[in-house]
């Protein structure tokens, strides 16, 4: 066992022994000394001093070396400042992971007085890591004192006589294997238990109820704001309909009490322009109104319906008054009479010679007021049956407009629950194809995990074995 591929070979044979067909560790062994450790420990300083004694070995350090390449010893060095901490220990597995000879140095020796307390703390910390490091030796050393010569006689001789073990390479390369039968152990089982997929899954089924809830959440706003804008609509519309016939209704009671005889025959006209006018002010507001609700709701407006007719009105009552005239006509001549007889009277009492001429008087004065009398009772009266009739017709309208505000909006609350429904209809049908697709990957990573699961189970326990029996030989040559 003298060159160095023998003992390579020697060690991968302890290995094909137990599980032939292994990949062998991708290193490459390099004739090298790594000299390393945490930040300003004083590897410089030491790997410098090494060279100066050691000229037969080829001294590092860690940024000289590629990955894959495995030294032939690494000397991890610390300040004598500071005990090693557990990042420290992590850097020596990361440094020490395909060789086995590690030496632990304790620098700066000349500067700290309590160093060798430091150093047994160091040992102790480094062997409770890991049981590999139990026999790892430790020197004190200054390489770079601030006076006097540099102190690693100690650290040389140790080296030497370590580098000059036979067994070495073969321990190295054991190590080196034992390094990869761990990864492949901890990645058989890391994948047997889903560790790598546990994130995507996780995030697939938070997916999935974000999916569910948002679905659900979606449809009974959407049910809310329908329920909430029609109701809305309806109670404006309402008051809108009310209030156009209140105040045109007023308008026109207004005219009509002023109305001059004349005038009276236009009325009616003007009564059913006003109302057929209301009916369209109405009709129009509840398109508006309606299109507007759509827009909030984001639903395509139902299409306006065909408009009403004009409103049935029945002309005003004003020609069936014979009696009521012919009593004012009685009334109104007696009252003419009364007054022509009164003027007669006080022309002949004043002078006796105008006694005709009074009568004559009388009699015009009479006809006159009576004329006059029973004009002023007809179109009195008539204001009064005009002023009852509008207010007929606008009670009658108000309920035609009432009727109609609670027609459409109606219609139109079927309109937009049909749509919002064949909405819902389709959103279920893109959130149960989501839903889908996401069970399908999750099916899929349950899938492979249990692939991986059964895989692990096969190969776990050669591989333990042959872990096993690296670290026997191991410690057997040690
Ligand atoms: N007193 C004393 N100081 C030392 C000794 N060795 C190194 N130093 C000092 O420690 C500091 C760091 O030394 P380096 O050798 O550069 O240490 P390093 O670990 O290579 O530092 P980085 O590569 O920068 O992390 C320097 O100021 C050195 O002078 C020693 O044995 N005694
Ligand atoms: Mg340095």
């Given at each position: 066992m003298n060159t160095v591929a023998d003992q390579v070979a020697a060690a991968d044979a302890v290995v094909a022994a137990v599980e032939p067909g292994l990949t062998p560790p991708a290193v490459r062994a390099r004739d090298v000394v790594l000299v390393t450790g945490p930040w300003l420990a004083g590897s410089t300083s030491l790997a410098a001093a090494l060279r100066d004694r050691m000229s037969e070995t080829t001294v590092v350090e860690a940024d000289d070396l590629a990955t894959g390449d495995a030294p032939l010893a690494v000397v991890f060095v610390v300040s004598a400042a500071t005990p090693l901490t557990e990042s420290d220990c992590e850097l020596v597995d990361l440094v020490s992971r395909h060789t086995d000879l590690v030496v632990g140095v304790v620098s700066k020796i000349d500067t700290y007085r309590g160093w060798r307390e430091v150093l047994t703390a160091d040992r102790e910390a480094l062997s409770g890591w890991s049981e590999?490091?139990?026999h790892v030796p430790w020197v004190g050393a200054a390489?770079?004192?601030?006076?006097?010569?540099?102190?690693v006689d100690e650290l040389v001789g140790l080296l030497r006589q370590r580098l000059a073990d036979p067994e070495l390479v073969r321990r190295n390369r054991l190590r080196a294997w034992e390094t990869r039968i761990q990864e492949l152990i901890d990645r058989y089982t890391a994948d047997g238990d889903g560790t790598g997929r546990r994130a995507r899954v996780a995030t697939l089924q938070q997916n999935r109820d974000d999916i569910t809830r948002g679905r659900r959440l979606a449809k009974s706003e959407r049910t809310i704001a329908l329920r909430t804008q029609v109701q809305q609509a309806r109670l404006q519309l309402g008051y809108f309909a009310r209030n156009r016939c209140t105040s045109v209704r007023a308008e026109l009671a207004d005219d009509a009490s002023k109305l001059g005889r004349r005038q009276l025959g236009d009325f009616e006209a003007q009564v059913r322009r006003r109302a057929a006018d209301v009916v369209t002010e109405v009709e129009e507001g509840i398109t508006a109104q309606v299109a507007d609700v759509a827009a909030q709701l984001q639903l395509p407006a139902p299409r306006p319906p065909t408009p009403p007719d004009a409103p049935v009105i029945d002309p005003p009552?004003?020609?069936?008054?014979r009696l009521e005239t012919q009593l004012m006509t009685v009334l109104g001549a007696g009252f003419g009479l009364g007054v022509a007889l009164m003027v007669t009277r006080l022309f002949a009492g004043l002078a006796p010679g105008l006694t005709v001429a009074g009568l004559a008087v009388g009699a015009v004065l009479g006809l006159t007021l009576t004329v006059w009398v029973v004009g002023i009772r007809g179109l009195l009266y008539d204001r009064g049956v005009l002023d009852r009739w509008v207010s007929d017709v606008f009670t009658a309208l108000r309920s035609t407009v009432e009727e109609r505000v609670a027609t459409r909006v109606l219609a139109a609350e079927s309109a937009f629950s049909a749509e919002s429904a064949a909405r819902d209809e389709r959103d279920a049908q893109a959130a149960q194809e989501r839903i889908a697709e996401v069970d399908a990957e999750l099916r899929q990573h349950a899938l492979e995990t249990a692939r991986a699961a059964t895989e692990r189970d096969r190969r776990l326990p050669s591989l333990k074995r042959v872990l096993e029996a690296v670290r026997t030989e191991i410690s057997a040559s040690a």
């Open positions: 590999r490091y139990a390489a770079a004192p601030d006076l006097g010569e540099p102190r009552p004003l020609k069936s008054r």
